[in-house]
Protein backbone atom coordinates (compact mmCIF):
# COMPACT_ATOMS: atom_id res chain seq x y z
CA UNK A 1 0.00 0.00 0.00
CA UNK A 2 1.36 3.35 -1.09
CA UNK A 3 1.80 6.34 1.23
CA UNK A 4 -1.17 8.05 -0.31
CA UNK A 5 -3.52 5.07 0.24
CA UNK A 6 -2.32 5.00 3.89
CA UNK A 7 -2.68 8.27 4.81
CA UNK A 8 -6.51 8.05 3.43
CA UNK A 9 -7.45 4.97 4.98
CA UNK A 10 -5.59 6.36 8.72
CA UNK A 11 -8.46 9.71 8.44
CA UNK A 12 -10.81 7.05 7.61
CA UNK A 13 -10.24 5.08 10.94
CA UNK A 14 -10.13 8.06 12.68
CA UNK A 15 -13.28 9.92 11.23
CA UNK A 16 -15.03 6.59 12.04
CA UNK A 17 -13.79 6.59 15.92
CA UNK A 18 -14.44 10.34 16.55
CA UNK A 19 -17.74 10.00 15.35
CA UNK A 20 -19.05 7.04 16.11
CA UNK A 21 -21.72 7.04 19.04
CA UNK A 22 -21.21 4.33 21.74
CA UNK A 23 -23.28 1.35 21.97
CA UNK A 24 -25.27 2.93 25.02
CA UNK A 25 -26.43 5.95 21.68
CA UNK A 26 -26.99 3.51 19.44
CA UNK A 27 -30.96 3.69 18.32
CA UNK A 28 -31.69 0.14 16.66
CA UNK A 29 -35.07 1.25 14.33
CA UNK A 30 -36.18 -2.35 13.69
CA UNK A 31 -37.39 -2.68 10.01
CA UNK A 32 -41.09 -3.93 9.28
CA UNK A 33 -41.79 -7.02 7.94
CA UNK A 34 -42.85 -6.72 4.24
CA UNK A 35 -46.20 -6.83 2.99
CA UNK A 36 -47.46 -10.45 3.25
CA UNK A 37 -49.63 -9.67 0.02
CA UNK A 38 -47.28 -8.32 -2.07
CA UNK A 39 -44.46 -10.48 -0.89
CA UNK A 40 -46.45 -13.78 -2.09
CA UNK A 41 -46.57 -12.31 -5.25
CA UNK A 42 -42.86 -11.95 -5.46
CA UNK A 43 -42.12 -15.66 -4.01
CA UNK A 44 -44.89 -17.03 -6.43
CA UNK A 45 -42.47 -15.12 -9.13
CA UNK A 46 -39.28 -16.45 -7.77
CA UNK A 47 -40.87 -19.84 -7.96
CA UNK A 48 -42.47 -20.27 -11.30
CA UNK A 49 -39.02 -19.24 -12.83
CA UNK A 50 -37.36 -21.64 -10.57
CA UNK A 51 -40.01 -24.74 -11.84
CA UNK A 52 -39.73 -23.38 -15.42
CA UNK A 53 -36.02 -23.73 -15.46
CA UNK A 54 -35.32 -27.30 -13.15
CA UNK A 55 -35.97 -30.51 -14.61
CA UNK A 56 -35.98 -33.56 -12.51
CA UNK A 57 -35.21 -37.23 -13.52
CA UNK A 58 -38.74 -38.47 -13.98
CA UNK A 59 -38.04 -41.78 -15.84
CA UNK A 60 -35.89 -42.93 -13.45
CA UNK A 61 -38.62 -42.78 -11.09
CA UNK A 62 -41.13 -44.56 -12.66
CA UNK A 63 -40.79 -48.53 -12.48
CA UNK A 64 -43.73 -50.39 -10.32
CA UNK A 65 -43.02 -51.82 -7.15
CA UNK A 66 -39.52 -49.90 -6.54
CA UNK A 67 -39.86 -48.20 -2.87
CA UNK A 68 -37.27 -44.96 -4.13
CA UNK A 69 -36.15 -42.34 -2.03
CA UNK A 70 -35.20 -38.61 -1.78
CA UNK A 71 -31.84 -39.59 -2.96
CA UNK A 72 -33.16 -41.25 -5.75
CA UNK A 73 -35.01 -37.36 -6.97
CA UNK A 74 -32.30 -34.89 -8.79
CA UNK A 75 -33.35 -31.54 -9.62
CA UNK A 76 -31.16 -29.76 -11.97
CA UNK A 77 -31.12 -26.65 -13.74
CA UNK A 78 -31.45 -26.26 -17.16
CA UNK A 79 -27.99 -25.44 -19.56
CA UNK A 80 -27.45 -21.81 -19.93
CA UNK A 81 -25.60 -20.82 -23.17
CA UNK A 82 -22.86 -18.31 -23.23
CA UNK A 83 -25.11 -15.42 -21.98
CA UNK A 84 -26.84 -17.11 -20.00
CA UNK A 85 -30.03 -18.20 -21.98
CA UNK A 86 -31.87 -21.23 -20.77
CA UNK A 87 -31.63 -23.95 -23.38
CA UNK A 88 -34.00 -26.76 -23.97
CA UNK A 89 -34.55 -29.61 -22.03
CA UNK A 90 -31.60 -32.30 -22.60
CA UNK A 91 -32.68 -35.77 -22.98
CA UNK A 92 -36.47 -35.09 -22.99
CA UNK A 93 -37.34 -39.21 -23.09
CA UNK A 94 -35.51 -39.10 -19.45
CA UNK A 95 -36.29 -35.73 -17.90
CA UNK A 96 -39.14 -33.68 -17.20
CA UNK A 97 -39.91 -29.92 -16.25
CA UNK A 98 -40.78 -29.51 -13.41
CA UNK A 99 -43.60 -26.70 -14.16
CA UNK A 100 -45.02 -29.76 -16.41
CA UNK A 101 -45.06 -31.72 -13.26
CA UNK A 102 -46.16 -30.25 -9.79
CA UNK A 103 -49.60 -29.39 -8.83
CA UNK A 104 -50.52 -25.61 -7.79
CA UNK A 105 -52.33 -25.41 -4.88
CA UNK A 106 -53.60 -22.56 -2.69
CA UNK A 107 -54.02 -21.61 1.04
CA UNK A 108 -55.47 -19.16 3.19
CA UNK A 109 -53.19 -18.43 5.94
CA UNK A 110 -53.05 -14.82 7.82
CA UNK A 111 -55.53 -13.56 5.55
CA UNK A 112 -53.40 -14.06 2.64
CA UNK A 113 -53.59 -16.82 -0.08
CA UNK A 114 -50.77 -18.74 -1.01
CA UNK A 115 -49.44 -20.41 -3.99
CA UNK A 116 -47.40 -23.57 -3.59
CA UNK A 117 -46.66 -26.80 -5.77
CA UNK A 118 -46.33 -29.95 -5.20
CA UNK A 119 -44.19 -32.94 -7.10
CA UNK A 120 -46.04 -36.10 -6.16
CA UNK A 121 -43.38 -38.84 -7.14
CA UNK A 122 -45.89 -41.24 -5.09
CA UNK A 123 -49.13 -41.11 -2.94
CA UNK A 124 -48.20 -43.87 -0.62
CA UNK A 125 -50.29 -47.23 -0.23
CA UNK A 126 -51.14 -46.71 3.17
CA UNK A 127 -54.95 -46.40 4.19
CA UNK A 128 -54.19 -42.32 6.18
CA UNK A 129 -53.65 -39.24 5.30
CA UNK A 130 -52.15 -36.91 8.20
CA UNK A 131 -54.03 -34.25 9.56
CA UNK A 132 -52.75 -31.49 9.99
CA UNK A 133 -52.38 -31.75 13.76
CA UNK A 134 -51.68 -35.50 13.98
CA UNK A 135 -47.62 -36.94 14.42
CA UNK A 136 -45.78 -38.27 11.54
CA UNK A 137 -42.94 -40.38 11.08
CA UNK A 138 -40.60 -39.05 8.39
CA UNK A 139 -37.30 -38.30 6.30
CA UNK A 140 -36.68 -35.25 4.86
CA UNK A 141 -34.25 -32.73 3.05
CA UNK A 142 -34.55 -29.44 2.97
CA UNK A 143 -33.11 -26.67 1.20
CA UNK A 144 -33.52 -22.81 -0.61
CA UNK A 145 -34.11 -22.53 -4.28
CA UNK A 146 -30.17 -22.00 -4.65
CA UNK A 147 -29.11 -25.56 -3.35
CA UNK A 148 -28.56 -24.99 -0.23
CA UNK A 149 -29.19 -27.68 2.20
CA UNK A 150 -30.01 -26.44 5.47
CA UNK A 151 -31.98 -29.35 7.35
CA UNK A 152 -32.48 -33.02 6.95
CA UNK A 153 -33.91 -35.96 8.99
CA UNK A 154 -32.38 -39.71 7.78
CA UNK A 155 -32.85 -41.33 10.66
CA UNK A 156 -36.03 -40.31 12.80
CA UNK A 157 -35.81 -41.15 16.29
CA UNK A 158 -39.32 -39.73 17.23
CA UNK A 159 -42.40 -38.33 14.97
CA UNK A 160 -42.70 -34.62 13.91
CA UNK A 161 -45.92 -32.97 15.48
CA UNK A 162 -47.21 -31.10 12.80
CA UNK A 163 -48.63 -28.29 14.81
CA UNK A 164 -44.63 -26.97 15.76
CA UNK A 165 -43.64 -27.21 12.19
CA UNK A 166 -43.76 -24.34 9.74
CA UNK A 167 -47.58 -24.20 8.12
CA UNK A 168 -46.51 -25.58 4.61
CA UNK A 169 -45.83 -28.47 5.78
CA UNK A 170 -49.67 -28.75 7.61
CA UNK A 171 -50.91 -28.09 3.62
CA UNK A 172 -48.98 -30.68 1.93
CA UNK A 173 -48.76 -33.72 4.41
CA UNK A 174 -52.52 -34.11 3.94
CA UNK A 175 -52.08 -35.01 0.73
CA UNK A 176 -50.05 -37.66 1.17
CA UNK A 177 -50.56 -41.37 2.19
CA UNK A 178 -48.82 -43.21 4.53
CA UNK A 179 -46.62 -46.42 4.14
CA UNK A 180 -48.91 -49.62 3.10
CA UNK A 181 -46.73 -51.71 5.57
CA UNK A 182 -43.45 -52.27 7.53
CA UNK A 183 -40.80 -55.22 7.78
CA UNK A 184 -38.76 -55.26 10.41
CA UNK A 185 -35.05 -55.72 9.79
CA UNK A 186 -33.00 -58.44 11.40
CA UNK A 187 -30.65 -55.44 12.93
CA UNK A 188 -33.81 -53.43 14.47
CA UNK A 189 -34.01 -51.29 11.32
CA UNK A 190 -37.57 -50.34 9.55
CA UNK A 191 -38.18 -50.90 6.32
CA UNK A 192 -41.56 -49.20 5.19
CA UNK A 193 -43.11 -49.95 1.69
CA UNK A 194 -44.78 -48.05 -0.69
CA UNK A 195 -44.81 -45.03 0.91
CA UNK A 196 -45.36 -41.11 0.12
CA UNK A 197 -42.78 -39.58 -1.62
CA UNK A 198 -42.47 -35.95 -2.94
CA UNK A 199 -41.19 -32.75 -3.02
CA UNK A 200 -43.21 -29.24 -1.78
CA UNK A 201 -41.81 -25.99 -3.35
CA UNK A 202 -43.00 -23.19 -0.71
CA UNK A 203 -43.35 -19.60 -0.67
CA UNK A 204 -41.52 -17.80 2.68
CA UNK A 205 -45.08 -17.13 3.81
CA UNK A 206 -45.64 -20.46 4.34
CA UNK A 207 -42.20 -20.88 5.77
CA UNK A 208 -40.52 -18.81 8.26
CA UNK A 209 -40.98 -15.80 6.68
CA UNK A 210 -39.34 -12.35 7.96
CA UNK A 211 -38.11 -15.00 10.82
CA UNK A 212 -36.08 -17.53 10.02
CA UNK A 213 -34.01 -19.78 12.65
CA UNK A 214 -31.29 -17.99 13.84
CA UNK A 215 -27.73 -19.51 12.33
CA UNK A 216 -29.19 -20.81 9.51
CA UNK A 217 -28.65 -20.57 6.09
CA UNK A 218 -32.28 -19.62 5.60
CA UNK A 219 -32.48 -15.65 4.74
CA UNK A 220 -35.26 -13.29 5.17
CA UNK A 221 -38.32 -14.43 2.78
CA UNK A 222 -36.78 -17.66 1.22
CA UNK A 223 -38.77 -20.07 -0.85
CA UNK A 224 -38.04 -23.31 0.61
CA UNK A 225 -37.91 -27.08 -0.76
CA UNK A 226 -38.63 -30.38 0.85
CA UNK A 227 -38.32 -33.40 -0.26
CA UNK A 228 -39.51 -35.60 1.56
CA UNK A 229 -40.90 -40.08 2.35
CA UNK A 230 -43.89 -39.83 4.86
CA UNK A 231 -44.02 -43.43 6.94
CA UNK A 232 -46.69 -43.35 9.54
CA UNK A 233 -48.74 -40.93 11.32
CA UNK A 234 -50.87 -40.70 14.63
CA UNK A 235 -53.87 -38.86 15.55
CA UNK A 236 -52.57 -35.99 18.08
CA UNK A 237 -54.47 -34.97 21.68
CA UNK A 238 -52.32 -32.61 22.54
CA UNK A 239 -53.32 -31.79 25.91
CA UNK A 240 -54.90 -35.01 26.61
CA UNK A 241 -58.23 -33.80 27.34
CA UNK A 242 -60.19 -36.58 25.39
CA UNK A 243 -60.73 -34.29 22.33
CA UNK A 244 -58.23 -34.96 19.35
CA UNK A 245 -56.16 -31.65 18.34
CA UNK A 246 -58.03 -32.28 14.88
CA UNK A 247 -61.22 -31.49 16.16
CA UNK A 248 -60.39 -28.50 18.37
CA UNK A 249 -60.63 -26.46 15.33
CA UNK A 250 -64.06 -25.58 15.38
CA UNK A 251 -64.19 -23.26 13.02
CA UNK A 252 -62.78 -25.63 10.23
CA UNK A 253 -59.76 -23.33 8.69
CA UNK A 254 -57.46 -26.23 9.66
CA UNK A 255 -55.70 -24.04 11.76
CA UNK A 256 -55.95 -24.73 15.37
CA UNK A 257 -54.45 -21.44 16.88
CA UNK A 258 -57.57 -19.44 16.85
CA UNK A 259 -59.93 -21.02 18.81
CA UNK A 260 -60.23 -20.31 22.09
CA UNK A 261 -63.93 -20.83 23.63
CA UNK A 262 -63.01 -19.19 26.75
CA UNK A 263 -60.96 -16.33 25.44
CA UNK A 264 -58.00 -16.86 28.07
CA UNK A 265 -55.19 -16.92 25.48
CA UNK A 266 -55.10 -20.63 25.46
CA UNK A 267 -56.00 -21.88 22.27
CA UNK A 268 -58.68 -25.22 23.22
CA UNK A 269 -56.22 -27.58 21.64
CA UNK A 270 -54.05 -27.01 24.33
CA UNK A 271 -56.21 -25.79 27.00
CA UNK A 272 -57.54 -28.89 29.47
CA UNK A 273 -60.64 -26.31 31.03
CA UNK A 274 -61.82 -25.66 27.14
CA UNK A 275 -64.91 -23.41 28.57
CA UNK A 276 -63.23 -22.33 31.73
CA UNK A 277 -65.90 -23.26 34.07
CA UNK A 278 -63.50 -24.31 36.29
CA UNK A 279 -64.45 -28.30 35.27
CA UNK A 280 -61.66 -30.28 33.28
CA UNK A 281 -62.69 -31.02 29.64
CA UNK A 282 -62.14 -34.38 30.55
CA UNK A 283 -63.93 -34.53 33.44
CA UNK A 284 -66.82 -33.17 30.99
CA UNK A 285 -67.14 -36.90 29.48
CA UNK A 286 -70.34 -37.57 31.57
CA UNK A 287 -71.30 -41.12 29.96
CA UNK A 288 -67.31 -41.76 29.68
CA UNK A 289 -67.39 -43.55 26.54
CA UNK A 290 -63.89 -41.37 25.64
CA UNK A 291 -65.64 -38.78 23.69
CA UNK A 292 -66.26 -35.44 25.79
CA UNK A 293 -68.19 -33.85 22.51
CA UNK A 294 -71.10 -36.04 22.61
CA UNK A 295 -72.38 -35.03 26.06
CA UNK A 296 -74.99 -32.24 26.17
CA UNK A 297 -76.67 -32.33 29.48
CA UNK A 298 -78.79 -29.08 29.47
CA UNK A 299 -79.60 -29.97 25.63
CA UNK A 300 -79.11 -26.79 24.49
CA UNK A 301 -76.60 -28.02 21.39
CA UNK A 302 -73.52 -27.10 22.83
CA UNK A 303 -71.35 -30.29 24.47
CA UNK A 304 -70.83 -29.31 28.22
CA UNK A 305 -66.88 -29.17 27.16
CA UNK A 306 -67.62 -25.56 25.45
CA UNK A 307 -70.68 -24.76 27.59
CA UNK A 308 -69.88 -22.89 30.70
CA UNK A 309 -73.45 -23.42 32.53
CA UNK A 310 -72.86 -27.05 32.55
CA UNK A 311 -70.14 -27.60 34.85
CA UNK A 312 -71.23 -31.46 35.73
CA UNK A 313 -68.66 -33.69 35.81
CA UNK A 314 -68.21 -37.67 35.60
CA UNK A 315 -66.28 -36.88 38.88
CA UNK A 316 -69.23 -36.40 40.74
CA UNK A 317 -70.49 -38.89 43.79
Same mark, same amino acid.
Given at each position: ???????? *??????? !???? !????? &?????????????????????????????????????????????????? $??????????????? +?? +??????????? *????? %???????????? =??????????????????? *?????????? *??????????????? #??????????? #????????? $???????????????????????????????????????? /???????????????????????????????? %?????????????????????????? /???? $??? &??? +? =???????????????? &?????????
Amino acid at each position: MNLKNSLI *VLSVIVL !CMTS !CKSDD &DVTFIPVPAADRTEQQVIDNDSLVGYLETHYFNAAQLNTPGVDYTIDDIV $ITELPQDLDGNFLAL +PN +PDQNTLLIDAV *VEYSS %VYLNVVYKYYVL =TVNLGGGDANPNFSDLIDI *VYSGNTQDGV *VFDNVVNPDEPLDLL #RLIEGWRDVMP #RFKTASSFT $INGDGTIKYNDYGLGVMFLPSGLGYYANPPPLSDIGLYSN /LIFKFELYRTQENDHDLDGVLSQDEDLNDNFN %VFDDDTDGDTIPNYFDADDDGDGVFT /LFED $IDE &DGD +P =TNDDTDGDGIPNYLDA &DSTESNQDE
